[in-house]
């Protein structure tokens, strides 16, 4: 089983910036898709953005122009970029790696955004 951590989360103010991290335990990005989601208090968990293994990336329409998905293969590390980021992007944000024969998940990281 492939073991995923996130890092990178924090609070920060409306309109500032945060990169995540998504550390695996095997060279997983360069073979499977692979997202963040995130979930907000009382939401459901919804798909931020997706990379496959030849890079195409794909994003929810809310962070079009403000987030940027990235892998470093030689690193084993998944990357979210957000920018110009706003309150309603305040969620546990969840590193996913669509291995075989499962899913897998990371723990999560708190990103708050808030004045």
């Known amino acids: 089983q492939v073991q995923l951590v996130e890092s990178g989360g924090g609070l920060v103010q409306p309109g500032g910036s945060l990169r995540l991290s998504c550390a695996a335990s095997?060279?997983?990005?360069?073979?499977?898709?692979s997202g963040w989601f995130r979930q907000a208090p009382g939401k459901q968990r919804e798909l931020v953005a997706t990379i496959t293994n030849s890079g195409s990336t794909n994003y929810v329409d809310s962070v079009k122009g403000r987030f940027t998905i990235s892998t470093d293969n030689a690193r084993n590390t998944l990357y979210l970029q957000m920018n110009s980021l706003k309150p309603e992007d305040t969620a546990i944000y969840y590193c996913n790696s669509r291995t075989y024969p499962r899913d897998s998940w990371g723990q999560g990281t708190q990103v708050t955004v808030s004045s």
């Open positions: 095997g060279s997983i990005f360069s073979v499977y898709t």
